[in-house]
């Protein structure tokens, strides 16, 4: 099988952390900061990066222990099990998608400031362009997502030096006096504690990193160096800037300004080094999202491995070595947050929901340092944070104080706050609809829980025309005995129970208990003796050992959830003489977004399956509005053990 390939070296992995690190933060963070404390967000700065390091080296701890594609994801599974995990991935991947749209289109912003007509369709287009780009390079292979990557972070290193360079000869450290702003102790450390809230986002990314591991070289010691000399480096970079900043350029007319560092250039270098400085930034914000575009497709396919994604995305291309369909989905995905990205909303509106979720994730991943030293003792840690059960507590403590803080100090805080926890419980039904997909245990507890609701529904699920259509290809069953694998409600059974007559028998069997209860009550209004149900928690992977020997299979929206569909279509066949006639019903391509089972998708596949089965189909595919009608029809052609 086709695999990921470790081409990522300590020197480019260490530059990756750069670029996945440095993004529009370094450039509008400081101003925000200083807005809120003056000369001493530079205190915040500097717990910030207290903070990061730490953080730096419980990812490493993790990411020693597992070196895997999922990271931040795979963390959390150890740690808490699948269902939180999944949320940290669906949270991470979230996250991570609205953050690049919102630097592809504020770097865009940036550069062109201007909103006629014209100016946002040709906005628009160049953003697109990027993710276009972004994808075919992630697409084309590693070693090509590398070098876009380092030549990001060369150009992140160049810009920062470009602007602290020339501070040296105008520094005025008067500029930083008074360095406390406000006229009360309570006050000035509240307002420095706001400006952490704010400035942690510049050091959000040093966990898309982790999702690199299975491309690195020697994963579990080569990227906790990455981590930690990356964030040290980024750290004295950021605190050196602000200060060299704050000392050149008056703190409230550095706050006040929309672009404080292009402005800092023209005071120090005229106009051209504006420009440069501007074209630098674009570059610069630019390059962070290429990060997450090359990064977030594995954490898509560790999601696959295991079962809480759609599986066709754990494809890897056979000559690039990457996942190429999360990637192509990966581009759509974000696309369509850029076009959402021009609704108008502010960089900061959308900073502000983000970071509470990103803390959310954050401390998930710290937190497990702790959990998974109690639940794995054993394990092997290559590399071991220090303080490993105190400090992620005083981190998770801490965190909740931010936001706390944040709740109390910024009007529209909470609203900001509900939004951002509505995008995490979006999450629960896609977990709910991805554990149905797979797990059988799910199917029948889903099947019970909204069995009457499917029979309120039974007309657009399987209206008239279904049904009568079914019943044309099967043709005349009178006096047959039909097993219906999967009556459900019993909407099919009313109609083959009519055709069969009364001389005939229907075996209709489900996994579903409360489906059943229904199925029976209609059967009795109906008066038909010749119906046998059957229930069956295997269903999903046999057929029930009470069933005989048939003349006809009948089935709707049961394929795909068969476990194992060579297996349980060879026992069909033992139960069917040859000549006999089955008809398979199954939905695909859900409002033309989401596909079935993998085998379903194609109707290769779905021949593959049926000839080994000893079966010779056809297979008609019907568009309605909310989904496409998959129709499965033939005949048994030979014996199979």
């Not at 609701?453 to 279904?466: A, D, Q, R």
């Amino acid at each position: 099988m086709t695999e990921l390939k470790k081409v990522l070296s300590f020197k480019v992995i260490l530059l990756i952390t750069i670029n996945s690190i440095i993004g529009s933060g370094l450039f509008f963070l400081p101003a925000i900061g200083a807005r809120y404390a003056g000369p001493a967000s530079i205190l915040a700065w500097i717990i910030v990066a207290i903070i990061t390091i730490y953080t730096a080296t419980c990812f490493a701890e993790l990411v020693s222990m597992y070196p895997k594609a999922g990271g931040i994801y795979e963390f959390s599974k150890h740690a808490y099990g699948r269902f939180f995990s999944f949320l940290v991935g669906w949270i991470a991947w979230l996250v991570g998608n609205i953050t690049t749209a919102m630097l592809i289109v504020g770097a865009i912003q940036y550069l062109l400031p201007y909103n006629a007509p014209i100016f946002v369709i040709s906005k628009i287009i160049i953003s697109l362009l990027w993710v276009v780009i972004f994808n075919v390079m992630a697409y084309r292979g590693m070693k090509t997502s590398a070098f876009m990557l380092v030549t990001f972070a060369i150009i992140t290193i160049g810009i920062i030096f470009m602007l602290m360079i020339p501070t040296i000869p105008h520094l005025n450290f008067s500029n930083l006096s008074p360095f406390f702003i406000h006229n009360s102790l309570f006050k000035n450390l509240s307002a420095i504690f706001i400006a952490v809230f704010f400035t942690s986002q510049a050091f959000f990314g040093l966990e898309s990193v982790c999702f690199l591991a299975e491309e690195t070289k020697k994963p579990e010691k080569v990227l906790p160096r990455a981590l930690l000399i990356g964030v040290t480096i980024i750290a004295g970079l950021i605190i050196l800037l602000v200060v060299t900043s704050l000392s050149t350029l008056h703190w409230k007319a550095f706050s006040l300004s929309a672009a404080p560092f292009a402005d800092l250039a023209q005071l120090l270098m005229g106009n051209w080094g504006r420009d440069i400085l501007t074209i630098g930034t674009y570059l610069v914000i630019i390059g962070a999202a290429a990060g997450w575009v090359v990064t977030g497709p594995r954490l898509i396919l560790a999601l696959t491995r295991d079962k809480l994604f759609l599986p066709q995305f754990k494809d890897i291309h056979k000559k690039y070595h990457t996942p190429h369909k999360a990637i192509i989905f990966q581009s759509i995905a974000t696309s369509m947050f850029i076009l959402m990205s021009f609704s108008g909303k502010g960089y900061e509106t959308l900073l502000e929901m983000l970071i509470p979720l990103v803390l959310i994730i954050m401390s998930a991943a710290i937190f497990a340092v702790p959990v998974l030293r109690n639940k794995k003792p054993n394990k092997k840690r290559p590399f071991k944070a220090p303080f490993g059960y105190v400090g992620p507590i005083i981190i998770l403590l801490f965190n909740i104080f931010l936001v706390f803080l944040w709740l109390t100090h910024e009007a529209g805080a909470f609203y900001l706050l509900k939004v951002g926890f509505s995008f995490i419980l979006v999450g629960i039904p896609i977990y709910l609809l991805i554990s149905l997909y797979y797990d059988p245990k799910m199917l029948r507890k889903v099947d019970d829980m909204f069995a009457y609701f499917y029979l309120l529904t039974e007309n657009i699920s399987i209206p008239l025309k279904v049904r009568k259509e079914i019943i044309r290809l099967i043709g005349n069953i009178k006096g047959k005995t039909v097993l219906e694998f999967g009556c459900s409600v019993g909407t099919m059974t009313m109609h083959l129970a009519e055709e069969v007559g009364p001389k005939g028998k229907i075996y209709a069997v489900d996994i579903s208990l409360h489906d059943l209860n229904i199925t029976k009550k209609r059967i009795k209004q109906k008066g038909h003796k010749h119906i046998k149900l059957l229930h069956d928690p295997l269903h999903s992977t046999r057929v029930h050992p009470k069933v005989p020997v048939i003349d006809i299979i009948v089935s709707v929206g049961m394929l795909g959830y068969v476990q194992h569909p060579t297996k349980v279509l060879k026992e069909m066949n033992q139960r069917l003489k040859i000549g006999d006639k089955i008809c398979f019903v199954d939905y695909d391509n859900f409002f033309g977004l989401i596909p079935n089972k993998r085998w379903l998708t194609s109707n290769e596949h779905i021949q593959t399956h049926f000839k080994e089965a000893g079966f010779k189909i056809k297979i008609v595919r019907k568009q309605s509005l909310f989904w496409q009608y998959l129709y499965i029809y033939g005949k048994k052609k030979e014996e199979v053990n």
